[in-house]
């Protein structure tokens, strides 16, 4: 594992950007696993940027999305395939059907799980994909648990997730309680992994992660056990590992 300190959140931001860029400068078909929530959105910002220079071309690229709130409808502007279309697909030349989403209007689990578990084999697997991490080590959606969830499931959030979220809402009653989430055996299968965190908030789960014993309480010390990740984490977020 490398971990990149960055002074703050733009550079954050774009040290994150190279590295997804590169990616797709190397291999222009690439399979980009992405995330949502606040952290990244610098990081596409940044991107955008550099596809509005030339610099960069998506039109091969294609996405499959880490996890989606259960209940919500794609015109809702708290889906998280409303925040990829907003923050990144309608600004550069993605072909939409390249894109994916887990779909959060499917009623059946059981039957979204396995199919979006199924689409990304048929895409030939994940090359890089990018994470954040919740303030209780949640990746995805995955949340503090007895065991490690193998593959794309539905979870019941945590309260404490749903707190962190509700800013995001007009209530706390309209965060969704449930959503669909690749399973860290899901994630753990990506090629490479870019894990982006920023802020003091997050400085104990970032150390727990990185530094503490891997147990499914942490999801995100899975990591440890994987050949190729990159951590970059602005000052704040790493003040707490041990240096
Ligand atoms: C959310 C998302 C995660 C995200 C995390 C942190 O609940 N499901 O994919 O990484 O929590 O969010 P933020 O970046 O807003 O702190």
Redesign the pocket.
């Known amino acids: 594992m490398r971990i990149y300190e960055a002074k703050d959140y733009q550079e954050m931001s774009r040290k994150a950007a190279n590295i997804l860029s590169a990616q797709v400068i190397l291999k222009p078909d690439s399979v980009l696993g992405l995330?949502?929530?606040?952290?990244?959105i610098g990081m596409y910002d940044q991107l955008v940027e550099w596809y509005k220079k030339g610099d960069l071309d998506f039109s091969k690229v294609k996405t499959v999305n880490?996890?989606e709130y259960k209940g919500l409808t794609h015109d809702n502007d708290q889906s998280y395939y409303y925040f990829m279309h907003e923050h990144l697909f309608d600004r550069v030349n993605i072909d939409p059907a390249n894109t994916n989403v887990p779909d959060g209007t499917e009623e059946d689990p059981e039957k979204e799980c396995a199919r979006y578990e199924k689409l990304i084999e048929s895409m030939g697997g994940v090359d890089i994909q990018l994470?954040?991490?919740?303030?209780n080590g949640?990746?995805?959606?995955n949340e503090p648990d007895s065991t490690f969830a193998k593959t794309t499931h539905c979870v019941d959030l945590a309260e404490s997730?749903i707190e962190?979220?509700k800013r995001f809402f007009a209530s706390v009653d309209d965060v969704p309680r449930q959503?669909y989430?690749m399973g860290i055996g899901t994630i753990m299968k990506a090629k490479k992994i870019l894990l982006i965190v920023n802020g003091e908030s997050?400085a104990d789960a970032v150390a727990k992660a990185f530094f503490g014993p891997v147990t499914p309480e942490v999801p995100a010390s899975i990591l440890q056990f994987h050949s190729d990740v990159v951590v970059i984490g602005d000052s704040a977020a790493l003040s707490k590992i041990p240096r």
């Open positions: 995330a949502t929530g606040s952290t990244p880490l996890d994470l954040g991490i919740g303030h949640h990746i995805g959606f997730t962190a979220n959503a989430t997050k």
